[in-house]
Nanobody
Framework: QVHLVESGGGLVQTGGSLRLSCADS????????MGWFRQAPGKEREFVAT????????SYTDSAKGRFTISRDNAKNTVYLQMNSLKPEDTAVYYC????????????????WGQGTQVTVSS
């Protein structure tokens, strides 16, 4: 069973940066494609970024391109989301997710989810 734990969220001013981490203390994540999603109050969960198990494929939502970078360190069993130039509209709970096949932008395509970490960007 995959057990994902996110960390790194917090309060940051507009233009600031945060790095989110997602790890599994038990099962290796190296065989899974990973995704980051976010959900703001009153809104549906939306895709942010995804990465293949071998790092060869990444994709981003348009609003994240050029500002966010997804990466992974399979030796550390950890996936990261580096977020730069943060905006108030980036405020949301951020979730990481894992799926056994390839990367996907669709939330229900993922098999495992973390509990989320809050990101708040003040104006």
């Amino acid at each position: 069973q995959v057990h994902l734990v996110e960390s790194g969220g917090g309060l940051v001013q507009t233009g600031g940066s945060l790095r989110l981490s997602c790890a599994d203390s038990g099962r290796t994540l190296s065989n899974y494609a990973m995704g980051w999603f976010r959900q703001a109050p009153g809104k549906e969960r939306e895709f942010v970024a995804t990465i293949s198990f071998n790092v060869q494929i990444t994709s981003y939502t348009d609003s994240a391109k050029g500002r966010f970078t997804i990466s992974r360190d399979n030796a550390k069993n950890t996936v990261y989301l580096q977020m730069n130039s943060l905006k108030p509209e980036d405020t949301a709970v951020y979730y990481c997710a894992a799926r056994a096949i390839g990367p996907s932008q669709i939330p229900y395509a993922y098999d495992y989810w973390g509990q989320g970490t809050q990101v708040t960007v003040s104006s």
